[in-house]
């Protein structure tokens, strides 16, 4: 833990000390604030997917020995000379961002989710959430709304701007229908944004036994992800597709479902690639593409739009020290639907 009279002690955390490894105890040196920086006692801590892919090195890029964890909520306990608007014991949040260059193109048109460096832009860089305290760039530490629990804050830090970005930049005036392919950690939340943002909304799922639940989170509609005859049913209807799962789709099939100039917008790592027919892209001007967190100033809009509208993940709350179980409920897809370690 780092003192409130900003004398650090040793950080005590859980980390991979190899690649896909059970994490074990781990104990480090707080690093160094610069001058933008400012260190966070850790209260809260979600366990998003991205995680899970790190600690095996699924991109290709982890260091180790590895502390995961990018949706946080502490309490501010040390800040650097140049911190203007924060102050010791308040209340925030950080989510996959903690840093960036602030000087390529990206950052300077205000897509610093963009940033060059993303690389070695992660909030676990050099050490992440797991542990009892993180320093990150204080730029990128949203305050907390003060009746927000911490464990919705925390998810909603990461799988909730990585969903609600794509449906509020994509949103127009005319009334839109869009689906919600997966009913997952983002999928739960995604269908409760896109409700409240207006859309006509169909969860889109493998799992039958979700039905009930994806109309209570707000659907409209629910469809079996394996019943191509109901989807058919669908063609040229939906504004948009929001991917949100880890599993395959049928590409083609779900293709046929989008409207003239409508789009398919991935924000969920699929372990299977993504397929399509580039007669129906071509013909009807479909567009497949992704969509990658959100900047800062989405990230807040999306804390005060899900306060104003009641949104929040369903959550497992779970003791830091069962991380590895944690882990384990989330590889076999047992999660419902975000868990959040608790110090």
Not at 67 to 93: F, M, N, Q, Y
Not at 102 to 131: I, R, T, Y
Not at 187 to 207: C, D, M, N, P, R
Request: proline fraction near 4%; aromatic fraction near 8%.
């Amino acid at each position: 833990m780092t003192a409130l009279n900003g004398a650090a002690r040793k950080v005590t955390g859980y980390a991979a000390m190899t690649r896909g490894q059970r994490l074990v105890p781990f104990e480090y040196d707080p690093p160094e604030l610069k001058e933008h920086d400012l260190r966070v006692d850790i209260t809260h801590c979600g366990l998003c997917y991205t995680d899970v892919h790190a600690i095996d090195d699924y991109f290709g890029i982890t260091k180790f020995p590895f502390v995961p964890g990018h949706e946080i909520i502490g309490r501010v306990t040390e800040l650097g000379s140049a911190v203007p608007d924060l102050k010791e014991g308040d209340r925030v949040g950080i989510g996959w961002q903690g840093r960036s260059c602030m000087k390529c193109e990206w950052c300077l048109h205000g897509d610093e989710q963009l940033c060059k460096e993303v690389v070695h832009n992660a909030a676990w860089d050099p050490f992440g959430g797991f542990s009892s305290s993180i320093s990150v760039d204080s730029r990128f530490v949203y305050s907390i709304p003060s009746d927000m629990r911490s464990e919705d804050a925390a998810v909603l830090l990461c799988a909730g701007i990585s969903v609600y970005n794509p449906l509020r930049s994509n949103l127009t005036k005319r009334p839109m229908k869009v689906g919600i392919v997966g009913v997952g950690g983002l999928g739960h939340l995604a269908i409760q944004f896109a409700k409240a943002l207006g859309y006509e909304v169909t969860a889109i799922s493998s799992s039958p036994e979700k039905k009930d639940e994806a109309l209570g989170f707000g659907a409209d509609h629910f469809i079996l992800a394996s019943d191509r005859q109901a989807l058919r049913k669908q063609e040229l209807s939906f504004d948009m597709h929001l991917y949100t799962a880890h599993s395959g789709v049928d590409w083609t099939t779900l293709s046929l479902t989008v409207r003239n100039n409508g789009k398919i917008i991935v924000v969920g790592f699929s372990d299977v690639p993504v397929q399509f027919e580039p007669l129906e892209l071509v013909a009807h001007q479909q567009s497949i593409t992704g969509s990658f967190i959100g900047n800062r100033a989405m990230i807040r809009e999306m804390l005060s739009f899900a306060q104003e509208h009641g949104i929040s993940p369903k959550i497992e709350l779970m003791p830091m020290t069962k991380v590895n179980e944690a882990i384990q409920r989330v590889k076999e897809n047992k999660a419902r639907y975000r868990i959040v370690l608790v110090n």
